[in-house]
């Protein structure tokens, strides 16, 4: 059996370590990781591969960054040929990046099947290019590996039948599971001095001598999405509440995305931001680093997806700074850590006054227990 999966940017690369791993229990299957290069960092998409142990990719297209339609238009023409040349059993696509919809659609044409981790995700919001990449892909696949029964239900109720889907669990709690020794022992101020956003900011700035943060003794922090950041009447009242309330009452910690970065900058709030001691700005962090992050954070705010899980499974109080997810089995009405705020300021700081003093409260749902990337390698090679 000849099994191809596809990588394509950030959130994919958590997903597929576990899942090449397993493969290795199965000598009678050739298995070959198709990198995309679909990724803003081409130095953090090599960090992810080697923190992880994520075998080099034996194919990578490069593809690069640009429009959508230029991004999966291009993986669509390279992945096209890689398929003829292998002839792969299974393609296997991962979450809802512009590759997962491009190579499902791909093998599709070339009439191979389709496998889909972390299938039936839905928002509901068709504003969501991951919303388009995911209901593209789940209609095309052949099987359908889901995390949660929220997500086996969602399917269900669009008519997939049974035996397509299976539901396996959420393989990035496998990588959380075996990651989280080896983050726990890094110090968090070590990471931060070593990733302050850049070294003339550090040199010039007194931030860097005075930083010293403790656990639960800081709030972490991302924020990338447009809906969140594009817009001067949304980013500036944001922006206001976390420099003038929060950052006096706890540092902030904020793994910076180039995106926010640029409109900061764009609607004259950079300036402040470098300035205010307590506003902390890191570049994007590696695997590990990221997670001792969520660690020690008092509360964590965020619009990423694989961030409310994280926060989930540790018990991290987390704001998701969206008006909807594809998540809900992590939100706190289903057992989870996580309510949606939206970018209003005001539900954002009354949720932030609600949850800055909460109790930790892990919490696992049915199948995330570091063993989903078996279940999915069964699934395929083995056809339960």
């Known amino acids: 059996m000849k099994i191809v999966s596809v990588v394509g940017a950030r959130p994919n690369f958590m997903k597929v370590a576990p899942f090449c791993r397993a493969l290795k229990a199965y000598p009678e299957v050739q298995h070959i990781l198709v990198h995309t290069g679909q990724h803003y960092d081409v130095r953090m998409s090599e960090q992810f591969f080697k923190e992880l142990d994520i075998p080099n990719p034996d194919i990578n297209l490069e593809i690069g960054s640009g429009t959508h339609a230029e991004q999966v238009g291009r993986t669509m023409i390279a992945f096209e040929k890689v398929l003829k040349a292998e002839n792969p059993d299974w393609v296997v696509v991962l979450g809802d990046v512009n590759a997962t919809c491009a190579c499902s659609i791909t093998a599709k044409k070339e009439h191979i099947k389709c496998a889909h981790i972390e299938a ?40 997939v039948p049974d ?115 307590n506003m902390i700005l890191v570049k994007p962090l590696g695997y590990h680093a990221m997670l001792r ?50 970018n209003a300021v005001e539900k954002i700081r009354e949720a932030y006054k609600s949850q800055i003093d909460a109790t930790r409260r892990p919490s696992r749902p049915e199948l995330w227990d570091g063993h989903t990337a078996e279940r999915i390698a069964e699934c395929i090679v083995k056809g339960i």
């Open 120 to 159: 039936g995700l839905r928002s509901r919001d068709m504003d969501m290019p991951e919303e388009i990449n995911r209901l593209v892909t789940d209609r095309l696949s052949d099987l359908l590996l889901t995390p949660d029964r929220l997500s086996s239900a969602n399917l269900k109720a669009e008519g």
């Open 293 to 342: 992050l969520n660690m020690g954070a008092r509360l964590f705010m965020t619009d990423s997806g694989g961030l409310q899980e994280e926060c989930c499974v540790l018990g991290t109080p987390c704001l998701t700074m969206r008006w909807n997810t594809e998540r809900p089995i992590t939100l706190m009405e289903n057992g989870g850590a996580s309510i949606l705020v939206g």
């Open 163 to 277: 035996e397509k889907i299976k539901f396996v669990g959420n393989i990035m709690i496998d990588t959380l599971e075996r990651e989280r020794e080896k983050a726990a022992g890094l110090d968090i101020n070590e990471i931060i001095s070593e990733n302050l956003i850049d070294e003339e900011i550090a040199a010039k700035s007194a931030k860097a001598a005075k930083i010293s943060l403790k656990d639960r003794g800081y709030v972490a922090m991302t924020m990338h999405r447009p809906s969140n950041v594009d817009q001067r009447e949304t980013l500036v009242p944001a922006m206001r509440f976390f420099l003038d309330e929060v950052s006096k009452e706890y540092p902030i910690v904020w793994a910076i995305h180039p995106r926010a970065q640029k409109m900061l900058k764009e609607f004259g709030l950079w300036d402040e931001v470098v300035a205010n001691e």
